[in-house]
Antibody, heavy 123, light 107 residues
Framework: EEQLVESGGDLVQPGRSLRLSCAAS????????MHWVRQAPGKGLEWVSG????????GYADSVRGRFTISRDNGKKSLFLQMNNLRPDDTALYYC????????????????WGKGTAVTVSS | DIQMTQSPSTLSASVGDRVTITCRAS??????LAWYQQKPGKAPKLLIY???NLQSGVPSRFSGGGSGTEFTLTINGVQPDDSATYYC?????????FGQGTRLDIK
């Protein structure tokens, strides 16, 4: 069974940093692009960032570009999100998500979701 | 950036009804569109990809259509289990955008 488990969410003060992790199992991790999607309390879904299977290409939402960095370790089947200079509007549940397309050149669609890890940015 | 606009924002239907949700893109996205269903407290679930392809395991009462800038998600014969929020998502190379969501209530 394909599974994603996020960790690292916490309560942090504005301006501080946090690193999220996602452990994958049940599929060949390096064959798929991966994404982070967030959902603020009571709000809709927002795609945050994505990375191709080999890590060669990364994409970011305008709201996080320059502050967040996505990375992956295919040997450890893990995805990461380094979040710097956090702001109160970064408060959300952060989902780790697998891309649907095997060895895709581009990002496509998202077919396996974790349960999320909660990030709260507040003083 | 490509903006996605869904309508309506909320929808109420009776069991057995046919309902349609519309998603409009601010520029052409060909058929690079997906639909997701999200129930309260749960992660989203992929229903439709590439505008009209049904994801494995999704009931056949769900269907998608459209191309370019206008897309639809149709549920033929709504069931109580379909009560959820539905999101469209454009997949343009290395950047995704979601619509704001449509909440479907079952009367």
């Amino acid at each position: 069974e394909e599974q994603l488990v996020e960790s690292g969410g916490d309560l942090v003060q504005p301006g501080r940093s946090l690193r999220l992790s996602c452990a994958a199992s049940g599929f060949t991790f390096g064959d798929y692009a991966m994404h982070w999607v967030r959902q603020a309390p009571g709000k809709g879904l927002e795609w945050v960032s994505g990375i191709t299977g080999n890590g060669g290409t990364r994409g970011y939402a305008d709201s996080v570009r320059g502050r967040f960095t996505i990375s992956r370790d295919n040997g450890k089947k893990s995805l990461f999100l380094q979040m710097n200079n956090l702001r109160p509007d970064d408060t959300a549940l952060y989902y780790c998500v697998k891309d649907r397309e095997i060895r895709g050149v581009y990002f496509h669609y998202m077919d396996v979701w974790g349960k999320g890890t909660a990030v709260t940015v507040s003083s | 950036d490509i903006q996605m606009t869904q309508s309506p924002s909320t929808l109420s239907a009776s069991v057995g009804d046919r309902v349609t949700i519309t998603c409009r893109a601010s520029q052409s996205i060909s058929s690079w569109l997906a639909w997701y269903q999200q129930k309260p407290g749960k992660a989203p679930k992929l229903l439709i990809y590439e505008a009209s392809n049904l994801q494995s395991g999704v009931p056949s009462r769900f269907s998608g259509g459209g191309s370019g800038t206008e897309f639809t998600l149709t549920i033929n014969g709504v069931q109580p289990d379909d009560s959820a929020t539905y999101y469209c998502q454009q997949g343009n190379h290395y950047f995704f955008t979601f619509g704001q969501g449509t909440r479907l209530d079952i009367k």
